[in-house]
Structures are given as C-alpha cells and as structure tokens.
C-alpha cells in the first residue's frame, strides 16, 4: 500500500504497454492469537519454557522439530515470530497490529517502514511457492518475507530479503510469491510506512503452498501424486472477480456459460479458485472465440509473476473446432510447447488478463483444467453450467 508522494500513477510495463491490474482480493475469514508462559525465575522475553535464571531476551529456541502445527509467541521480531504451521497455514488469520511495537524497519520499494509489526513464520521445503495476500481495510500496510540465505541472523534485517512490497495506494492489498531455495523458517512479516493510526488496525493474511513437497505434513494431510487421471471445468460466471474493463457476459451460443472479454487493450483481469485432489502436472485448456490472427491473453497461476504475465497466444493453439464460432484451445507457450504447472491438492486460482482488444473478440468460456496430457475437450453442448 506505498503512499504516492511524488508519483500520480504507479505504471507496470507489461510487454512495453502501459499495463496496471488491480490487487487481488482477499477473504475476510479465520484468526490467530498468542499468549505464552515461561518458567523463568526473572524477566524474560522467550516465546518458549526453560530454566534460565538470569534475564533474557534471546528467543526462537523451537528448533524447528514441529513444523505441521502452529505455536504461540510475542510476534514481535523474527526471533520470535509466531509459528505458523503447514497443517493450518490455509486459514485464514485475523489479526491487529495495534497494540504491536515497532521492532522490524525494513525497506518496501524505497520506504521505510517504522511502522507497528507482526513476524509469522512457516517453514519450506525447497522448490516450494508460498503465495502470501494481506488485506488491510482501515490502514495502509506492507507485506514482507525473509529467510536466513546468504544473510541471516536473529533479527529479521539481518536476514536475506525475499519479498518486500508496498505498491499499492491507500487501503489496497498487498501480495507475493516466492519459490524457496533453501530450507528452513521463512519469516512473513507485516508491516506499515506509518507510526501513526493510518499504519495501525485490523488486517488478513491468507497464505498457501502452490506446489507441497510429497510426504510432507500440509493442510492436515499428507500430499500424494496422482494416480489417476482428473480434470475439471469452469466458466466465468458471477461468482469470480472480474475487475473493469474485463466484463463477463452471458454466451449466446451456449446456453447458462459466461464468456470473458476486455473492452480496453491491456487493462483488466479476472481470478477463479478452484480446488484439485492430488499433486501432479496440470494442462489448461480455454474455450476461445476469435476472428483474427494475434489474439492473446494474459495468464497467472497462483499469482505468481502478477506484474509481468505470461502471454497466450489463441492461434499458437491450434484450435480444435466446435459447432459453433467457439474452438477450444491448448494453453501453449507457441506452436508446440503446452504451458504445464506442478500443482499440489488444495485451492488453486486462475488468473486472466485482458490483452489484445478487437472489437467483440477475443472472448473465453468454459476453461478445462487436466493432469491428462492426452486430454480431448468435449462437445461444448454437454457441459452444465
């Protein structure tokens, strides 16, 4: 949520064009509290039990032996950051960074921030993508994730910056995606620019792993591969997010589908969540009207690479024709290549942005989503909405 002091607009260069998607929205669900006791004959800041019997403020003595279930701490520096474990890490948590002192000043595109803060953590496996969201409606807030790379220590300025964003104006959401390469706490810190109550209040962090390492503790169960073929399919009805000027519609030539359009060049998006049951290699396949060579798309999965979208190019595609002037067509990165992602079971979310504008087209209905890579879409006809 950067304040803009000098700047009017913050603009993305997206293929060389002016290109601005608007922040993903997050849910308003879920909560996490802390509290802690310590067996400490005198003063002591430790999130954990022991013995010492002289003051200490050294913290972060969990060595990391549980990293499925979530723990307390004071949250107040990495050192001591509240655990939160791969089991519950898809709820939801409600928290206030109001009463929190302001302990971590790092640096979110050219701001520092002095802010009021809170430190999770969790832990990855390396390969792994955590996807992090906050939403904070009342105040103005930053999103932040460190981990011990090729700079580490017990506060979180000296550890190896990940992520660090503050893009968005005012009260807006802030997002990240980060790939692990190494293992171990990764620290989630949230933050604000402000001392003052624009920077202070109740906010939303919703966090997932894209892709879980097999066999390891998430989301309450162990992750297993596929051992079997699944796909599913979805059209853009008016339950996504469809941020102006992309706009959904109902199809004419396919009785209760939505197709999806933008009425600007490079402007608009929309998301769909949906859910798969196992971890495997998965296909994307979009029901597609056109009636022009050069018709593309944006894509994003997982909001990974939100700033600078892959392409999809409709007539690298080679379009399988339909009855009517739909075709489906193979997500591809050009005339051979499929787009592949190794996604693991749980939510998963879909995001497509406006690109190439030519009157009515190019439009997108019903969306398959498959690990068969021999996969044929069906008859359009047969599908319910």
Known sequence: MKRFILLSAWIICWGCTDYAPAPFQDPDTGGDSDSDTDSDTDSDTDSDTDSDTDSDTDSDTDTGEDVCNSGTAAAEICGDAMTVGRDQIATTIAGDNTSFAADVTLTCDSFTQNGNDVVYRVYLYVGEILNASLDAAGADMSLALVYDGVSSGLTCESKTVAACVDDNTGFGEEHFSWEATVEGWHYVIVDSFYTTASGQGAFT??????????????????????????????????????????????????????????????????????????????????????????????????????????????DDSTPIPTTTSYSWTLVKDGPTSPWTWDLGPGTHALSLFGDTFDGNYPTIGYVYITNDGSFTPPDPNTLTP
């Open 205 to 314: 962090l919703d966090m997932n792993i894209s892709n879980p390492q097999l066999g390891i503790c998430y989301d309450g169960s162990t992750v297993s591969s596929c051992t079997s073929n699944h796909d599913l399919y979805f059209h853009w009805d008016d339950v996504d997010i469809v941020q102006a000027p992309m706009f959904n519609h109902d199809s004419s030539s396919y009785i209760g589908m939505d197709w999806l359009h933008t009425h600007t060049a490079y402007q608009g998006y929309a998301i769909h969540s949906f859910d798969l049951p196992c971890s495997d290699t998965w296909y994307v396949w979009g029901l597609t009207e056109t009636t022009n060579t050069g018709h593309t798309f944006g894509l994003t999965m997982d909001l990974i690479d939100w700033d600078n979208p892959g392409i999809w190019d409709i």
